[in-house]
């Protein structure tokens, strides 16, 4: 008995010794990991003055010389003339090279016309900006010096979720302020980061910690500061970095060419979700369900059709819709890749040639309502005029949906102003189309409706319980 007390004593005293071996000296890593790690400050300059008002108001035309001083005594206050000034703000950044490479946010840089980089020791050079790239917020900077601190460059796919991290930054113009905490979780999609698989920390981030450096246990930098998620301003228990691995490929694009290229598929890609993967025959939500496929792209050269399910990339399972186009993005252009898809419930393996990202814009439209449901979706749909498929996107087929009363569809999501393109794999080319469609759904089940939003298609899933 009392040998077997020893042992778990002794297993007791193994596993503390074990966990506290995980834990960082702070102290230690603080003296000799802070020196690198810099306050980056910029300054907007101001316009000259002119006859411009406050926040670009402009004055009426026509109006006689007394009539300008006046309306300009009126909006600048007394004495009549607007003095504009400077715009000035703070970040964070860390040195990578001796020479003075500084890595720092986009964000923090961005139309800056004064780039001022003060070091641990107290000095501040100028610096000038090598290249930014506002997709993964990355910005390359470089001072003139030489024999500087640098970090140690860690990766982000050795971490571990649970385990310790610190950042150091100047929070609030703080500088050198070190706050840790753990990872949260590693590849996190967010909105207006789609290239970026985010590390969540509960590392405490505030304005300032933009663009400084996230430590591993071992003192390597895994990840730089970007974003925090707060209803206050303030840190609230949820911040993010973007991870070393990408940040180093911008880096080396950088460098060499001043941008980013970056790889493309040409698709539209949104989440499967339970009742989609449903509709699709699949044993659980999982991948990345294609809802367009851009015209002249790899993946129309490629034959992937609208409603696949991709699940690998080269052969990387792919869980969520937001896990590939960092991956896609990573990947050299004119590089072949295989691509695992679902296709109708059969699984298909599909060569294809990454392409580059095209800079591409948005287009929005909305639509007005008037007619009243008169099927069991309960959503009234008209044609589209050549007017309207310009405005909207859709360069063939569809029906306009015009009103949306209670029932199957409303309780999908679908809005007036969609654009209905398939019904569980139906193509719907007109309103005919669409009414023969509707009358022959089935009731209990899942279905899968094609449907374009704001130039934007996505799939939803919808189910009629009753005639």
Not at 6 to 34: D, E, S, Y
Not at 82 to 100: A, E, K, N, V
Not at 366 to 394: F, M, Y
Not at 422 to 429: N, W
Request: neutral net charge; contains cysteine; hydrophobic residues 40%.
């Amino acid at each position: 008995m009392l040998k077997k007390l020893r042992w778990c004593l002794f297993l007791v005293i193994l596993i503390n010794h074990n966990a506290w071996a995980q834990v960082p000296n702070l102290p230690q890593m603080v003296k000799t990991k802070g020196a690198a790690v810099v306050n980056v400050s910029t300054t907007q300059k101001a316009p000259p003055e002119s006859d411009k008002l406050p926040n670009d108001q402009q004055l009426p035309e026509g109006l006689p010389p007394e009539m300008e001083e006046l309306f300009k005594h009126f909006f600048n206050g007394p004495g009549g003339d607007y003095i504009p000034r400077d715009t000035q703000s703070l970040g964070s950044g860390f040195i990578i090279s001796q020479d003075g490479y500084v890595l720092t946010n986009h964000h923090v840089v961005k139309d800056a016309d004064e780039i001022v980089v003060k070091l641990s020791d107290r000095r501040e050079l100028l610096a000038k900006v090598i290249g930014s790239d506002a997709r993964t917020d990355v910005a390359l900077l470089k001072v003139d010096a030489n024999d500087l601190p640098v970090v140690t460059i860690g990766s982000a796919d050795k971490l571990e979720v649970g385990e310790p991290v610190f950042a150091i930054g100047s929070p609030f113009g703080f500088e050198q302020s070190v706050t840790d905490g753990i990872v949260s979780a590693k590849g996190r999609s967010l909105p207006g980061g789609n290239y970026v698989p985010f590390i969540q920390t509960n590392v405490a981030i505030n304005p300032g910690n933009s663009g400084g450096p996230l430590f591993n246990k071992d003192g390597e930098v895994v990840g730089i500061n970007s974003q925090i998620y707060s209803r206050t301003g303030g840190f609230m228990g949820l911040s993010f970095a973007i991870p070393m691995d990408v940040v180093m490929n911008v880096v080396s694009q950088l460098k060499s060419t001043g941008k980013v290229a970056r790889g493309w598929l040409g698709v539209q890609i949104q989440d499967v979700t339970r009742e989609l993967a449903e509709s699709f025959g699949m044993q659980r939500p999982q991948g990345a369900l294609v809802s367009k496929i851009i015209p002249g792209s790899p993946a129309e050269k490629a034959d992937l059709h609208i409603g696949d399910i991709i699940i690998e990339f080269n052969g990387k399972e792919i869980e969520t819709s937001g896990e590939l186009p960092p991956m896609v993005g990573m990947t050299p252009i004119n590089e072949n890749a295989k691509l695992k898809i679902i296709r109708q419930g059969e699984t298909k393996t599909v060569p294809i040639m990454i392409g580059l990202l095209p800079e591409q814009e948005e287009k929005l439209a909305e639509a007005q309502t008037e007619d009243k449901p008169s099927n069991k979706l309960g959503i009234s749909v008209v044609e589209l005029t050549g007017e309207q498929r310009e405005a909207l996107d859709v360069a063939k087929g569809g029906v306009l949906v015009k009103n949306v009363a209670n029932g199957p569809a409303k309780n999908a999501g679908i809005q007036p102003g969609d654009v209905i393109l398939r019904i569980q794999g139906t193509v719907i080319r007109n309103v005919s189309d669409f009414n023969k469609s509707v009358s022959n759904l089935p009731v209990g089940k899942s279905l899968a409706l094609l449907v374009q939003r704001r130039g934007n298609p996505m799939f939803l899933a919808l189910k009629i319980d009753k005639n």
